[in-house]
């Protein structure tokens, strides 16, 4: 029996590509071009898996479609191989991070070659390597020189345990996510970037991508534009304002208290000794949570009177100030004005201390809740009285302009991006300290490297790694001689990834960190596919460094990634549980209210039991105990290790072949959805690859079966062919891949039932299932008698002609009513008065006409035939 064994073809077909290196990417700049990419993986020891590839596999599948069309195809891969696990493995181990990083690289690059993607392997970058990190450097040095890279006293998110600054995602409840370590709040001196200075744009340019648009609005947010005022507020007794932006400054006469982010630097100024106590410990309290947590609309509301007031510029009342941690330092001014009357936030802070609320917009009779936010007429706000919201605000602004107590104003919650980490593994500043101030070294001194240390930890007054590495920092100012100081922080795992699409453009390119030719013609990305979890700040980031790299000349277009799309994520295989009461299983919608001691306590009437999958069905859209009607829990979870359901693709292909893989990740549903890992679907492609091996190779000699023929294709063969072609192109094209392979089974259906098969259909099938199968499609088409691959064999054009159909059937009415079905030949179907002479003669149409009179014919091409009779 020679049958269909993937261990026998994928391997070989991969040696293949690799040797002839099938998948370089083309430098002749005449054809159209495609770029598509992936977001690159940050290789971790843990390697795969089978959630990985499904983004992988979607971008392999255009790649390989688009070469068949004619187009040059840039498909790279990288790695993204800076970061925090690295350095706390080598905490642990004292492993170099570097020895730890390459061996996990080379596990990733053999587990993604043995998917057999046709990526540019010449083209492979790594953001720990100096010829790639010397440019990260470089790109630094034309934001420094800008002017749009500082240093500044930053409040951060410290762990002392990891010794390093935390981004607001990598703490979770005043924890690292690494580890579980305490987070603290804290100000150290930091390397900023002015991202701010591109909020406008990063907005706009948004308009012009074809991005979904849940994940545009997601960068909106994150953006967050507000049009409002700035109000300064007089401080009694003190020589000091407090400026404050709101979106409503029509409500400023309900502005019955002030709150101040507890960082604020009036604080401790304006604090009377009284309170002193109080405001210390507050702000103790406030520095172990969060920006994210701070911010949660449903905490309780906390805070602390500084015993000072303000006083509020519309109508000269004094008003107490207080501190609260939901208000950031980092957001607006760091201050607000606070009108209950007209914010659910300022409702519950003010009944909390027994603060005074007074409305500034008249809700309707009818209102009965707190808070009033919606429209209506001003009240109690003096000269505003009687205005819709839209007039009081001008009114208010220009009073406010003429007072000089304020201005018209745009804000935005984007923050500029804290640039520094207190780690090793991360890359160096290409910057010195002299006599107290940072300069830039010259570009002719990059690439900073980082020097061998024997240590990864901080040192023990808080000073990064880089610190203990004495002989590097200590250095000299190539420009003057004078003594100086390296800088010991090392920029985030951002950094690398802000640029490396570009990097993958000319790797080997020395002048810059793109050949500027190159990147004329590849740019922008046509299509980039990655997980929704770098839907804000990786593209965010990305975007920005690309408008100072347009600004300054290096990039022609101005935004990175004409079109994104999101892959779901995989989950584990479905879990079911099932309720049975005695050894009755009864419906788990009968126990969904009962207390956990009523469900699998000893002597309990009722018990929760796992089934496996073999005991459930599937009905509808619910799962059923096999063989009933009883209903139970169907639920898949996130892979996790500690769940045990991670699935390792090596385990899958050893088993199935990576064709299978590659199918049944693409079959499962839409590229864009969250889908349950299943095995039994593996199978079933499995299966579905066995038949297409049958279809055209004979068991028994294992070479091309009899039935594949040198002859003419009639109609039997040409239609399903066609309808696949044309349904797998349109399918592709659309990012459909689950339905394209659906279109691949029909075809293979129909053409099981074939006594022949012509060999150019055979072909043109192969070539169509290629994209998706690269190894078994490769392995025939060399069987059906070609010595090339057939990654460059031309697209099969689909022909509507073959999808005419011989015969029309117009179903034939009486007034209205269907009395019969007339087959016409397809060449006679538009004429008009063959049809009806036909239908006119059909025997249960025709006793119709022979007892009443005709009064009208009907006679829609193509359609309908209706005859009306009185």
Same mark, same amino acid.
């Given at each position: 029996m020679h049958s269909y064994k993937p261990e026998n073809i994928e391997k070989k077909w991969q040696d293949y590509w690799l040797e002839n290196k099938t998948f370089k990417?083309?430098?002749?700049?005449?054809?159209?071009?495609?770029?598509?990419?992936?977001?690159?993986?940050?290789?971790?020891?843990?390697?795969?898996?089978?959630?990985?590839?499904?983004?992988?596999?979607?971008?392999?599948?255009?790649?390989?479609?688009?070469?068949?069309?004619?187009?040059?195809?840039?498909?790279?891969?990288?790695?993204?191989?800076?970061?925090?696990?690295?350095?706390?493995?080598?905490?642990?181990?004292?492993?170099?991070?570097?020895?730890?990083?390459?061996?996990?690289?080379?596990?990733?690059?053999?587990?993604?070659?043995?998917?057999?993607?046709?990526? /540019?392997?010449?083209?492979? #970058?790594?953001?720990?390597?100096?010829d790639y990190y010397k440019w990260t450097q470089w790109i630094f040095l034309q934001l420094y020189k800008k002017g749009l890279a500082y240093e500044d006293e930053v409040a951060v998110n410290w762990c002392p345990e990891l010794g390093t600054v935390l981004a607001n995602e990598e703490v979770v409840d005043g924890k690292s996510e690494v580890g579980g370590y305490p987070v603290v709040r804290k100000p150290m001196r930091q390397w900023v970037l002015k991202i701010t200075e591109y909020a406008e744009e990063l907005l706009q340019d948004l308009e012009d991508l074809d991005w979904p648009e849940s994940l545009k609005e997601m960068q909106r947010n994150w953006i967050g534009k507000s049009i409002g005022a700035e109000v300064d507020f007089e401080i009694s007794g003190y020589d000091e304002k407090l400026r404050v932006f709101t979106t409503r400054p029509d409500t400023i006469f309900g502005a019955t208290y002030m709150v101040l982010a507890p960082e604020h630097h009036l604080v401790d100024k304006i604090t009377t000794d009284e309170q002193k106590e109080a405001i210390e410990n507050y702000k103790e309290e406030a520095a172990k949570k969060s920006d994210l947590e701070r911010q949660e609309l449903n905490k309780d509301k906390t805070g602390a009177f500084t015993g000072a007031y303000a006083v509020n510029p519309a109508n000269g009342k004094e008003i107490p100030i207080w501190i609260a941690d939901y208000v950031l330092a980092s957001y607006g001014t760091g201050a607000i004005m606070a009108v209950p009357g007209q914010d659910e936030r300022d409702w519950e802070f003010a009944e909390k201390f027994d603060l005074e609320i007074i409305r500034t917009v008249e809700p309707p009779e009818d209102f009965d809740g707190k808070a009033y936010t919606g429209e209506g007429p001003a009240i109690n706000s003096e000269f505003l009285n009687g205005l819709k919201i839209k007039d009081a605000k001008?009114?208010?602004?220009?009073?406010?302009?003429?007072?000089?107590?304020?201005?018209?104003?745009?804000?935005?919650?984007?923050?500029?991006?804290?640039?520094?980490?207190?780690?090793?593994?991360?890359?160096?500043?290409?910057?010195?300290?002299?006599?107290?101030?940072?300069?830039?070294?010259?570009?002719?001194?990059?690439?900073?490297?980082?020097?061998? *240390?024997d240590k990864y930890q901080p040192t023990g007054d808080g000073e990064p790694p880089l610190a203990n590495a004495t002989d590097w920092v200590h250095t000299t100012d190539p420009e003057t001689g004078k003594p100086a100081k390296r800088e010991t922080n090392t920029m985030p795992q951002w950094a690398g990834s802000c640029w490396y699409y570009l990097r993958y453009i000319s790797p080997e390119f020395d002048g810059g960190p793109v050949d500027p030719d190159y990147e004329k013609y590849w740019m922008p990305v046509d299509l980039y596919?990655?997980?929704?979890?770098?839907? *804000?700040?990786?593209?965010?980031?990305?975007?920005?460094?690309?408008?100072?790299?347009?600004?300054?000349?290096?990039?022609?277009?101005?935004?990175?990634?004409?079109?994104? *799309?999101?892959?779901?994520?995989?989950?584990?295989?479905?879990?079911?549980?099932?309720?049975?009461?005695?050894?009755?299983?009864?419906?788990?919608?009968?126990?969904?209210?009962?207390? /956990?001691?009523?469900?699998?306590?000893?002597?309990?009437?009722?018990?929760?039991e796992k089934l496996r999958d073999d005991q459930v069905e599937k009905k509808g859209n619910d799962f059923v105990v096999k063989g009933t009607n009883i209903?139970?829990?169907?639920?898949?979870?996130?892979?996790?290790?500690?769940?045990?359901?991670?699935?390792?693709?090596?385990?899958?292909?050893?088993?199935?072949?990576?064709?299978?893989?590659?199918?049944?990740?693409?079959?499962?549903?839409?590229?864009?959805?969250?889908?349950?890992?299943?095995?039994?679907?593996?199978?079933?492609?499995?299966?579905?690859?066995?038949? *297409?091996?049958?279809?055209l190779v004979d068991?028994?000699?294992?070479?091309?079966?009899?039935? #594949?023929?040198?002859?003419?294709?009639?109609?039997?063969?040409?239609?399903?062919?066609?309808?696949?072609?044309?349904?797998?192109?349109?399918?592709?094209?659309?990012?459909?891949?689950?339905?394209?392979?659906?279109?691949?089974?029909?075809?293979?259906?129909?053409?099981?039932?074939?006594k022949e098969i012509p060999l150019s259909v055979a072909k043109e099938f192969v070539q169509i299932l290629n994209p998706f199968a690269p190894h078994?499609?490769?392995?025939?088409?060399?069987?059906?008698?070609?010595?090339?691959?057939?990654?460059?064999?031309?697209?099969?054009?689909?022909?509507?002609?073959?999808?005419?159909?011989?015969?029309?059937?117009?179903?034939?009415? #009486?007034n209205g009513k269907v009395r019969g079905e007339l087959y016409v030949d397809a060449d006679k179907a538009k004429d008009k008065e063959y049809v009806l002479g036909l239908a006119k003669e059909e025997e249960n149409v025709a006793k119709y006409l022979e007892e009443g009179n005709l009064v009208k014919e009907i006679f829609v091409p193509g359609r309908i035939v209706n005859l009306v009779v009185k």
């Open positions: 990417t083309p430098t002749d700049t005449s054809k159209p071009k495609y770029y598509v990419l992936d977001m690159f993986p940050y290789p971790s020891g843990a390697g795969l898996h089978v959630g990985h590839p499904e983004g992988y596999t979607a971008t392999d599948i255009i790649s390989r479609y688009k070469r068949m069309n004619g187009f040059n195809v840039l498909h790279p891969i990288g790695w993204d191989a800076f970061g925090l696990p690295a350095e706390q493995y080598a905490v642990k181990t004292g492993t170099h991070p570097r020895i730890t990083t390459e061996k996990n690289v080379n596990k990733f690059r053999e587990q993604l070659q043995a998917i057999g993607f046709s990526y /540019d392997w010449d083209r492979e #970058v790594n953001t720990t390597d100096p001008k009114k208010i602004i220009l009073w406010l302009e003429g007072k000089a107590a304020g201005k018209k104003s745009v804000n935005y919650k984007l923050r500029d991006w804290l640039f520094s980490r207190q780690r090793y593994w991360g890359e160096p500043f290409p910057i010195i300290h002299v006599d107290g101030e940072h300069k830039a070294l010259p570009e002719s001194e990059l690439p900073v490297t980082l020097p061998e *240390v596919v990655g997980g929704a979890e770098h839907a *804000v700040l990786h593209l965010l980031y990305a975007r920005f460094w690309h408008k100072v790299l347009y600004d300054i000349g290096v990039v022609s277009t101005k935004e990175p990634f004409q079109k994104l *799309v999101n892959q779901g994520m995989i989950l584990g295989e479905m879990e079911f549980t099932g309720y049975k009461k005695g050894d009755e299983w009864i419906d788990y919608k009968s126990v969904e209210n009962l207390s /956990d001691k009523e469900i699998g306590g000893p002597g309990v009437f009722t018990t929760k209903k139970v829990e169907a639920r898949a979870h996130k892979m996790s290790k500690s769940r045990g359901n991670v699935i390792n693709p090596d385990n899958v292909i050893a088993q199935y072949g990576a064709d299978s893989l590659r199918l049944y990740e693409m079959f499962m549903g839409p590229l864009e959805q969250v889908k349950p890992w299943s095995t039994k679907g593996v199978e079933g492609v499995n299966r579905f690859l066995n038949r *297409v091996w049958r279809l068991d028994d000699s294992g070479e091309i079966s009899d039935k #594949v023929k040198e002859m003419e294709a009639t109609k039997e063969h040409l239609k399903p062919l066609h309808e696949a072609i044309k349904k797998v192109t349109e399918d592709i094209e659309s990012l459909r891949f689950n339905t394209a392979i659906s279109a691949l089974m029909i075809f293979v259906n129909d053409a099981n039932n074939w078994i499609t490769e392995e025939l088409w060399s069987m059906l008698g070609h010595e090339n691959t057939l990654a460059y064999e031309e697209w099969p054009e689909f022909n509507e002609e073959y999808l005419k159909a011989d015969e029309i059937m117009y179903p034939i009415q #009486v």
